[in-house]
């Protein structure tokens, strides 16, 4: 059976540090890769108030089993008090992009 994939998805204030906590984690072999996008526009509820902020959102794809210690190295870079660090699995990816996700992400 092949191990489950999965994409943490988080939230930063600005692209250096999205960079940053990418390289991170594929340094550490925690991820297969990471993308920066954005600027975004986030809307959100703040200690009573409705705050908007330009944000960039961090992709990283990784394995299923590896997601605690990921968020674990996410959390510890990043600036939120809560930041949004959201885990979906991955049902499906090209056998090409899981064989290469197999051989550079530590098992």
Not at 1 to 27: C, F, N, Q, W, Y
Not at 41 to 62: D, H, N
Not at 64 to 90: C, G, M, Q
Request: charged content about 25%.
């Amino acid at each position: 059976m092949s191990r489950p994939a999965a994409e943490l998805v988080t939230t930063v204030p600005d692209p250096d540090l999205g960079k940053s906590i990418g390289r991170a984690a594929v340094e550490a072999g925690l991820a297969a890769c990471a993308q920066v996008d954005g600027p975004i526009t986030s809307v959100y509820t703040w200690e009573g108030g409705i705050e908007e902020a330009a944000e960039w959102r961090v992709r990283l794809k990784t394995f299923l089993d590896l997601t605690p210690e990921l968020e674990a190295l996410v959390k510890s870079r990043h600036p939120y008090e809560v930041p949004e660090i959201v885990i979906s699995n991955i049902t499906a990816l090209s056998g090409d992009y899981r064989a290469w996700m197999e051989e550079v992400i530590r098992h």
